[in-house]
């Protein structure tokens, strides 16, 4: 058997974008895989109704990842759809958000590669643009920002550098989102107001963007962590820093 046999007879491994939550905003290309898989493997924050989503035939494994809880990590996942692309026609792994932000996609696609099987790429709504949309919060608006940052709040070890140039960010754009920022509010908070960003600007942190259980804190630089804490408000959420998050109230939103 040559190379290129022995490559037709690996299945394909499709890195798919589950969106935010909300079922309606799943891509037409990402159901009609869901609908024909033969394996999915999902992501934690992947809503209950884009899993029912999943061809009822197809094998279904939970591979999700939570702050302290991991279901398998990163090098098994990568490993398990290497294995299933062996004996199955077409693997679903199925990421919340878009694979490639903030999504480990890019891993991901980089073994599968290396490793010879082939894999295709389906973007998705990321959540730090439905989320704010959801909110009533535009991240781009003529009289208020013409420039968003987009950056996670949780830095894996072993990185290619330290940590996030929060000086940059805080002078770099008018508009700033943080995935994943709700765990480390307090750093993230206390390295913006240092690099000068003006304690009262407006923050909002939008829990559950898109799905039915979304809620929203609305608040100030300065008293956002005490606000936290107070309401006990928890993550999964995305931060969303800027003047634009006045423009709630004008959306109806307030």
Not at 126 to 137: C, W
Request: charged share 20%; proline share 5%.
């Amino acid at each position: 058997m040559n190379g290129q046999e022995g490559e037709n007879c690996l299945g394909k491994v499709y890195l798919v974008g589950a969106g935010p939550g909300d079922p309606g905003l799943m891509t037409l290309r990402g159901k009609g895989l869901l609908e024909c898989a033969d394996v999915v493997v999902y992501d934690a924050l992947v809503s209950p109704q884009i899993l029912a989503m999943i061809n009822p035939l197809a094998e279904q494994i939970d591979a999700g990842k939570r702050r302290g809880r991991h279901s398998l990590i990163q090098s098994e996942t990568t490993a398990l759809l290497i294995e299933k692309a062996q004996s199955h026609a077409i693997v679903v792994r199925l990421k919340g958000g878009d694979p490639f932000v903030f999504g480990r996609g890019g891993e991901e696609m980089e073994e599968l590669v290396a490793a010879g099987v082939p894999v295709e790429v389906v973007p998705g709504i990321t959540s730090g643009i439905a989320a704010p949309a959801y909110a009533g919060i535009p991240l781009t608006h003529r009289l208020y920002s013409s420039s968003v940052t987009f950056v996670t709040g949780h830095e894996s070890a072993g990185k290619y550098r330290p940590a996030v140039n929060w000086q940059a960010i805080a002078h770099g754009s008018e508009t700033i989102v943080i995935y994943m920022g709700v765990h480390n509010l307090t750093y993230i908070v206390e390295e913006l107001t240092q690099a000068g960003l003006a304690g009262d600007t407006p923050i909002a942190l939008v829990r559950w963007g898109t799905r039915p259980e979304q809620s929203e804190l609305i608040g100030k630089l300065e008293t956002i962590v005490a606000d936290v804490e107070a309401t006990g408000f928890e993550a999964p959420a995305i931060v969303v820093i800027g003047n634009v998050v006045e423009l709630r109230q004008k959306m109806g939103k307030g």
